[in-house]
T-cell receptor, first 112, second 111 residues
Framework: SQTIHQWPATLVQPVGSPLSLECTVE??????LYWYRQAAGRGLQLLFY??????ISSEVPQNLSASRPQDRQFILSSKKLLLSDSGFYLC???????????FGAGTRLSVL | RKEVEQDPGPFNVPEGATVAFNCTYS??????FFWYRQDCRKEPKLLMS???SGNEDGRFTAQLNRASQYISLLIRDSKLSDSATYLC????????????FGRGTSLIVHP
């Protein structure tokens, strides 16, 4: 069966520090991968999605970036975090033949 | 008009009640729709898919009204454990891999 792993679960970082969040999927190949952010009390904001290795599409311009170095690995990065980067970051995957997404457990990021 | 709109609620209902949520969408070409459930501080989880003929799973019924461009979720015999936020999801267009999530409707079921 397919599983998605996302870590860390919680992260507290100072303003201006770098960020790296990792997400891996097991049990499937060539998944579509997504990064979302959910601010407190808000909806899901799509940040990046990828349909294949090295293929990244950005939905929202910001100081975040994403990379997909391997088929089932998706990384979210920042060189310098801002206070406004705080939120709940969720990775998700879907197969090419369906629009159903499956989410990782998320990373709760607090930038102080 | 926003792509996907939901009443944020909260809907505050007693156990055993029947409650319904609607979700309106703007893209008339959308083909498949979904309801997700999100518990507090947790990730969203798929609750139901919604197809043209509707879908029923136990106490939950999802329906599509394509003419009026909305989907609905009906919960019968509400349980305390149904308390959560319910998100509707609409792909931007048929075959697209870019879904649009509504902001969610909060449900609180009280004793």
């Amino acid at each position: 069966s397919q599983t998605i792993h996302q870590w860390p679960a919680t992260l507290v970082q100072p303003v201006g520090s770098p960020l790296s969040l990792e997400c891996t999927v097991e049990g499937t190949s060539n998944p579509n991968l997504y990064w979302y952010r959910q601010a407190a009390g808000r909806g899901l904001q799509l940040l990046f999605y990828s349909v294949g290795i090295g293929q990244i599409s950005s939905e929202v311009p910001q100081n975040l970036s994403a990379s997909r170095p391997q088929d089932r690995q998706f990384i979210l990065s920042s060189k310098k975090l801002l206070l406004s980067d705080s939120g709940f970051y969720l990775c998700a995957w879907s197969t090419g033949g369906t629009d159903i997404q499956y989410f990782g457990a998320g990373t709760r990021l607090s930038v102080l | 008009r926003k792509e996907v709109e939901q009443d944020p609620g909260p809907f505050n209902v007693p156990e055993g009640a029947t409650v319904a949520f609607n979700c309106t969408y703007s893209n008339s070409a959308s083909q498949s729709f979904f309801w997700y459930r999100q518990d507090c501080r947790k990730e969203p989880k798929l609750l139901m898919s919604v197809y043209s003929s509707g879908n029923e799973d136990g106490r939950f019924t999802a329906q599509l009204n394509r003419a009026s461009q909305y989907i609905s979720l009906l919960i019968r015999d509400s349980k305390l454990s149904d308390s959560a936020t319910y998100l509707c999801v609409v792909p931007l267009s048929g075959g697209s891999y870019i879904p649009t999530f509504g902001r969610g409707t909060s449900l609180i079921v009280h004793p």
